[in-house]
């Protein structure tokens, strides 16, 4: 039986199809062909993320060609009132087209209503900022909650590696020029059979840092879905047969995304985790890809590099900052937007919430999702 919206679309040039299949092979194909597009849309993603709990709901658009344009949200069940979902570099289509752009928009508000999807976090390519006022027309709005980083650090493969390395800050330029004259670290490539590893040098930096691990069954997920097709580069530092260091970065189209990194908080003075980075780097730029992008920038970190202004000093030595001693280029994504498909709840989520401690509801959200990850 064909729904009305779907034979409206069929009026208007297309056909919609919701589907929450765990694997997409058409899908994925669309999304590795469309420019701009994520890793995070692809139906890999999803399952490597169905471990924390979330569920799929995929919408395409079709044409008689094939798909034209659609997003993947993943969605997490909240008690009684709904789910909430969030869109990871969304949707994915032709950013030119804003028409299509358009369609794809107003399908994933009406979906949202239609499946009880009450909240939606939506972060946008980079080629989303052509389509901020669709967003703002079908009732999404700039959210300061940061769902993912709006910056980014990216180095360009195609240079020449000594041009890479003159642009790096003198001090990171010295190191990695120290690593390759002599080093008593090891850089091997790792299978399966050392996510464990691994998995013990992640949870040293999340106890060492304090953040939140993921499980250790959530990243052998992510090598069954993107290290079997070549598509996760991982590296491991040893001294002797004692593993330091360890890193993965998921490849998709002509980028490496670094991802994540473990270390044990041994062997600083050898510089354990430059040996990874450098050695990741090289390695996509030998396999022929065009760029190495080393992740988010904190959003506090965004503003004085936006403004050309002295970064504060709680920032000098974090991680994000030691991004930035690479050399490599600062991009931004468009605004970080939330849609809320109820009305009611609209109306309080906007009157009553900013009253609300800021983080309330997204502290929430993490519990109940941590929740779900300590019963794996």
């Known amino acids: 039986m064909i729904s009305n919206s779907e034979l409206a679309g069929r009026r208007t ?54 798909i034209i344009g659609g997003a993947q949200i993943l969605c997490r069940r909240l008690p009684i009132i709904g789910s ?3 869109i990871t570099r969304g949707p994915v289509c032709d950013y030119s087209n804003l028409d299509l752009v358009e369609k794809v928009i107003h399908e994933i508000t009406r979906i949202c209503r239609q499946k009880r999807i009450i909240y939606l976090a939506l972060t ?26 709006i910056a980014s650090v990216s180095i360009d493969l195609t240079l020449d590696v000594d041009v890479i390395l003159s642009n790096m800050k003198l001090k990171k330029r010295q190191t990695i020029r120290q690593l390759g004259r002599k080093n008593a670290l090891k850089i091997i490539n790792g299978t399966s059979q050392d996510i464990s590893d691994f998995y013990r040098l992640y949870t040293m930096s999340s106890q060492r840092i304090g953040f939140y691990p993921h499980s250790e069954v959530f990243f052998q ?19 002797e047969n004692e593993p330091v260091s360890a890193c993965m970065a998921i490849a998709f189209r002509e980028t490496v995304y670094g991802y ?20 990741m780097i090289l390695q996509a730029k030998s396999s022929g890809f065009h760029i190495f992008d080393f992740g988010g920038i904190e959003l506090d970190l965004n ?11 709680q920032f000098v030595k974090s991680y994000c900052r030691i991004k930035l001693e690479y050399g490599g280029d600062v991009y931004f994504y468009p605004d970080n937007y939330e849609f809320i498909s109820n009305s009611l709840l609209r109306w309080g989520y906007t009157t009553i919430y900013p009253k609300i401690p800021t983080k309330f509801f997204i502290d929430y959200i993490d519990r109940l999702i941590k929740r779900r990850a300590e019963n794996l």
Not at 41 to 59: D, H, Y
């Open 260 to 279: 994540v990194i473990g270390w044990s908080g041994k062997h600083k003075q050898l510089f354990p985790n430059d040996a990874l980075h450098w050695n």
């Open 124 to 149: 946008m390519p980079v080629d989303g900022k052509f389509a901020t006022q669709i967003l703002q027309k079908y009732g999404f709005q700039i959210t300061d909650n940061s769902y993912e980083e």
């Open 303 to 313: 503003r004085p590099i936006m403004r050309n202004v002295p970064i504060a000093e």
């Open 84 to 86: 909430f979902g969030y």
């Open 13 to 66: 040039g297309y056909s919609v199809k919701v589907s929450s299949d765990p694997a997409d092979d058409e899908w994925d194909e669309f999304v590795l062909q469309t420019p701009g597009s994520h890793y995070a849309q692809t139906s890999k993603w999803a399952r490597v993320q169905s471990i924390r709990g979330f569920e799929c709901t995929r919408i395409m658009l079709h044409s008689a060609s094939g």
């Open 221 to 239: 997920t992510l090598w069954d879905c993107f290290g079997r097709t070549g598509n996760l580069l991982f590296l491991i530092s040893k001294l």
